[in-house]
């Protein structure tokens, strides 16, 4: 169903105030980032919250409500409610291989290649890709999953494109146990050093929906753009879309907090 984001707009001229729920909701929050609650820690009951904030419990249910639809605890069946999981914070700034970024975040990637070819340039290509059509690329495609308890869940689709000239007989190496940023470095001497990223929300079509195990239309985070070496060589074009429950931005951006606003609310 349609999913109800409360957001504070301070400063504005319809600043919006906090509710109770809301207020008592980012307070329990900060109270579980102070006492350190980790990733299925069971959380407090709700008559044991209604006494520590002096409110009902219908208050509390309503707060706990808040923090699942945000992604922050988990609910099991007949069993009470959990700290739910990291998510895999993307800095624009900072450029990470995307296994650098989960183990950062203590998990483990694991890759599965859909295609590895090599392909030219065509005139949709060109424009996003910013090299001649006719320009001979790599196009890789990689869903990239993350393993939990001996399960795979499959957080993103990556397509990347890199030129030929950049990596020469590149085919040979093994992409679902290494990462493509590591083989660049180590085999061409290639180091990624700057990128030009852009985010939008799409809407799962169904290869995306199959493939990320996620209803059809699932609002969905793209990021595409170019990655350049340190001559500002072109290394790659990437367009990768991933599930927005597994995905944060830091915050300050407010291009994308934006972004991310709109398809929360459904716009």
């Keep these: 169903g349609m999913k109800k984001y409360y957001i504070c707009l301070k400063g504005s001229e319809n600043m919006k105030l ?24 069971k959380l ?8 520590i904030y002096g409110v009902q419990r219908a208050t509390i249910r309503e707060a706990y409500h808040i923090l ?6 988990e609910i099991r069946e007949r069993s009470g409610r959990y700290m739910g ?13 995307f296994s650098d970024k989960l183990s950062d975040i203590g998990m483990e990637v694991k890759n599965k290649l859909i295609s590895f070819e090599i392909i030219e340039l065509d ?6 890709v910013k090299l001649p059509i006719g320009t001979s690329v790599y196009k890789i495609t ?12 499959p957080i993103a ?16 190496y093994d992409l679902e146990e290494n990462s493509l940023f590591e083989i660049l470095k180590t085999q061409y001497g290639r180091v990624p050093k700057k990128e030009d990223q852009v985010i939008e929300i799409v809407y799962a079509n169904e290869f995306e929906s199959k493939t990320l195990k996620v209803d059809q239309m699932t609002a969905l985070i793209k990021k595409h753009g170019i990655t350049y070496d340190e001559d500002g060589n072109i290394l790659q074009y990437l367009h990768s879309v991933m599930n927005m429950d597994w995905v944060e931005f830091e ?5 994308i907090e934006e972004k991310i606003k709109e398809a929360a609310y459904g716009l």
């Design 18 to 41: 906090l509710n109770k729920d809301e207020f008592i909701a980012n307070e329990i929050k900060y109270m579980f980032i102070e006492k350190k609650y980790k990733e299925g820690d």
């Design 44 to 51: 407090p009951s709700e008559r044991e919250l209604s006494e």
């Design 68 to 73: 699942e639809e945000e992604g922050i605890i």
């Design 85 to 97: 999981h990291t998510r895999i914070k993307n800095n624009l700034q900072e450029i990470k291989s």
């Design 123 to 128: 005139k949709e290509l060109y424009k996003k």
């Design 142 to 153: 990689r869903v990239r999953k993350i393993v939990r308890e001996e399960e795979d869940f």
């Design 157 to 172: 689709i990556e397509y990347s494109y890199i030129p030929e000239v950049i990596a020469d007989k590149l085919l040979k």
């Design 251 to 255: 915050k300050g951006n407010k291009k």
